[in-house]
C-alpha cells in the first residue's frame, strides 16, 4: 500500500496514476492499494508516522479516505469497496 496526498486543486486520476506506476515501477514493486490523504501526519523530527496506516491495513469499513484497488486487467486503480475487499479476504480475488 502507498499513502498519498494530493496538491492543493489536484484531482486523483486513477488512468494517469497507472501509468505513471507501470512505467516506472516493476511488477513486484506496485502497489497494489493506494489511500489518498488530505496529509500525512509527520513525528517532531518530521519523519511520516506509519503505524496507523498499517495497523488500518486495507479495510474500507475502517478507512474514511479514498481507497483504491490496482487492477491489471481494466488497467487503472479501482475505487476499494466493500464487494472487492471481500472478495480478496476470501481468497477469491488474487493480488
Known sequence: MAA???K???TFDSADVYKQVV???PAY???RFL???PSLEMTGTFKMKKVKLVEDGFNPALI???LYF???DQKTYVPLTEEI???IAAGKMKL
Do not use: F, I, K
Open 85 to 87: 475487499h471481500g472478495a
Open 4 to 6: 498519498v496526498t494530493l
Open 29 to 31: 514493486a506496485r502497489p
Open 64 to 66: 474514511s479516505d479514498p
Open 35 to 37: 489511500r489518498v490523504q
Open 23 to 25: 512505467s516506472y515501477l
Open 70 to 72: 490496482l487492477d491489471p
Open 8 to 10: 492543493e486543486g489536484e
